[in-house]
């Protein structure tokens, strides 16, 4: 049965989406059986996997109307073995809409990931920087939250916010969800205001925090303009390197 992780940080642009293309394809290369499910409706998960988000046949959306089940929304990743897709677009950002009646609208991914989620070992979602009913989706189907952090002095406001979100979300919605740890991104070492973010929230947040940590990489920003994952554009890249130790702790971590 797989694992299920959300990547989650109701900020934008803390890498939410690079960790989540990076991660699932180090995770796939080490030999893992991994899904990614894209529930952005911005669909960058989508495209930095290579696909035209405008021409999708199937994708998230239709799998949150009931339109299609998961399997037939899963899309093979090309010259990735062992990872796939549910894909994401625009249409998602009507999701809220569209289900504002349903009675059963927070756990519509879960039931619809409970008949996949043995085909997998794991399976990683990526979520919109909102409070919105397809985060809460997410994370009632995660059994944990994967928090990327911008080094960056505003980090620990978007932190307590999402943390709160969790405890929530477990109080009442998923008794199993957990924070899996905290990943540092954007890391410019020349810095001292990014050590300082970084001793911060170690000192403040009790969530494990991996070694590994993401650093501003140029090669790391282009990949997705490529659709590929940075250990297919570049697998000698600092990005690269990085990605694939933080897949190494993940998966020691399980």
Do not use: W
């Not at 897709?85 to 009646?101: K, S, Y």
Request: hydrophobic fraction near 40%.
């Amino acid at each position: 049965m797989a694992e299920i992780i959300a990547i989650a940080n109701q900020k934008g642009g803390v890498g939410k989406t690079t960790t989540a293309i990076n991660l699932s394809a180090c995770m796939a290369s080490k030999g893992k059986k991994v899904l990614v499910i894209d529930v952005d409706p911005q669909g960058n998960t989508t495209s930095g996997f290579g696909l035209n988000k405008n021409e999708l046949e199937h994708s998230v959306y239709e799998l949150m109307l009931g339109e299609d089940s998961a399997k037939q929304c899963i899309t093979p990743i090309k010259d990735i073995e062992n990872l796939k897709l549910i894909p994401a677009n625009v249409d998602l950002a009507g999701a809220e809409i569209d289900l504002v009646d349903e009675t059963n609208k927070n756990f519509i991914l879960r039931d619809a990931v409970d008949y996949i989620k043995d085909d997998f070992d794991y399976i990683i979602i990526d979520c919109p920087p909102s409070l919105s009913m397809l985060t809460i989706n997410a994370l009632t189907t995660a059994d944990s939250v994967l928090i990327p952090i911008q080094c960056e002095y505003y980090a620990l406001e978007g932190i307590a916010q999402l943390e709160n979100t969790i405890n929530l979300i477990h109080d009442r919605l998923n008794n199993r969800l957990h924070i899996k740890g905290v990943v540092f991104t954007m890391y410019d070492g020349r810095t001292n205001l990014s050590n300082d973010v970084v001793d911060t929230v170690k000192q403040n947040l009790k969530a494990k925090v991996y070694e590994t940590i993401i650093p501003r990489n140029v090669r790391l920003a282009e990949a997705p303009s490529h659709g590929l994952p940075i250990n297919l554009y570049d697998p000698k890249s600092a990005g690269a390197e990085n990605y694939m130790k933080l897949a190494d702790e993940v998966l020691e971590d399980k």
